[in-house]
């Protein structure tokens, strides 16, 4: 079975380690928040507490914009070259990298590669790999990518709403991506690309899934960390007396209510709906 892995901001990465266990999490990715202090004090504590309780820290996410959303490469580079020591420091291999948003890569592979093939250096000099993050990108430009790149060093986070939301087949997208996969987010949505629970969405995750299954995928189940606005929100207010109409999240949550409790007045949590999703994929692969 794929090991479950949940994201979790790494200001809080201390919070919750204890409770892994019995929430069936085996691996977590630390995502970084901004303006937030990372100490060598700190990321001491964080491997201490992680080896205590036996979880372990699958990637790290600097959550830095996509390359073209900075104005200078080196220094992006730069602060990715801060994270690759993180990464050192806490005995991980794997750190996300979000990649332009490219809608020709053959009018932009002349710039775009020669900056890949730095981060590839990178990632060698630190024996290191870097996961690349889905962001309104192809699966034709991915494949592109590894092909021309040093391969080794670049895997894939596979997410079915990207996909969906880029008019793309996700069997077909699946099909080209699959060697390079390493990361799986477990992610449904409607059609307007709101989150949805699987198997409720218009991703037609299940089949995807099926097909992790039948090729024997070994790697991460990213739990869905989307609802998190959702189960938070607040109500509309009154304005010049009057209640807006029609609370489109307030429906969403009754219809996730009806399906977690079979009672659409209950108040939805985030840890039921992870409690949710953890034991459906649990049991999908078991059964498929």
Known sequence: MSKITKIINIDRALDYVSDFKSQSIECVILKNVEGFNISDSYLKQIVDAYKKFKIEIAALDPNIPSLDEMLDFDEQLSIYEQWLSYADKLKVQNVFLRLPIITDILEVQDTILPILEKYADKAKMNKKQWILMPEEHHAHTFSFVLKKCSNKFFKILYDPVNYF???????????ILKSDVTFLIARDCNKNGEPSLLGYGATKILDVLKRFIRDKYTGYVVIDDSFNTLVNYEKPKK???????????KKRLE????ILYGDETKNVTESDILENQIKFIQEFFAKN
């Open 165 to 175: 939301k880029t008019k793309e087949s996700n069997i077909a997208a699946y099909r």
């Open 239 to 249: 304005i010049l007396g009057f209640i807006p109409k029609r609370d489109k999240t």
């Open 255 to 258: 219809a996730i209510a009806y």
